[in-house]
């Protein structure tokens, strides 16, 4: 048991190392984002599974606050994970791979940055929200894995590939990039208030 834990926050902590050099490719995108909500934008974030958590806990700390000493107005984000009716009535009606598409197509305009996690970058339905992003004219942006799969290749505005090929590693680097985000995007947009 031991041997398990220790190798765990050995990989973390090896992974979070690598993410370090990274750190002008996260500049980057944040630009990409902050620069949507000066233009009156708002984010949108999807992910399945453990990365459709990440994306409600990211819209949490827009909507609400990252820093809670910074009282600051909400800054619109929107996880489109989070509304079953929605997500069960696509699903059933349209089929899994419509789940985002449909929403991005109704809910996004041109201002806007578009957020899909996927850990293998092969996620149909988060491919397709991508698609329908960049139909409507907003930042498309993907957060995979080292890989990137299929999402390498669409021609995003922004593609970031985290340095690792396992699952847990990858979903713990998408939530520190999400967090890191959030933290820029309140002191660009607020600063200290």
């Keep these: 048991m031991k ?17 370090l050099s990274m750190s002008e490719r996260i500049e980057q995108m ?20 453990g990365s459709a958590a990440d994306a409600q806990h990211i819209a949490a700390e827009l909507v609400c606050l990252l820093d ?13 994970t989070v509304n079953t009716s929605i997500l069960t009535a696509i699903g059933n009606d349209m089929g899994y791979e419509h789940l985002f598409s449909r929403q991005v197509m109704d809910l996004v305009n041109e201002n806007d940055a578009v957020i899909g996690i ?5 996620s149909d339905n ?7 992003a960049k ?3 907003a930042k498309a942006i993907a957060w995979t894995g080292s890989n990137g799969g299929k999402m390498d290749d669409m021609g ?4 970031l ?9 990858i979903q713990e680097l998408h939530i520190t990039v999400g967090h890191i985000m959030c933290e820029v995007i309140e002191k660009e947009l607020y600063g200290k208030q």
């Design 3 to 19: 041997d398990t834990i220790t190798k765990s926050l050995k990989e973390s902590f090896e992974a979070k190392q690598k993410l």
């Design 30 to 49: 944040c630009r990409i984002i902050v620069n949507c909500y000066k233009n009156k934008g708002k984010m949108v974030i999807l992910g399945n599974g």
């Design 68 to 80: 809670r000493k910074n009282q600051r107005p909400s800054i619109p984000a929107i996880a489109l």
């Design 118 to 122: 996927s850990t293998s970058g092969n």
């Design 161 to 169: 590939k985290v340095p690792s090929d396992k699952c847990s590693r």
């Design 156 to 159: 995003l505005d922004f593609v």
């Design 126 to 132: 988060v491919i397709n929200a991508l698609n329908a």
């Design 135 to 137: 139909e409507k004219g």
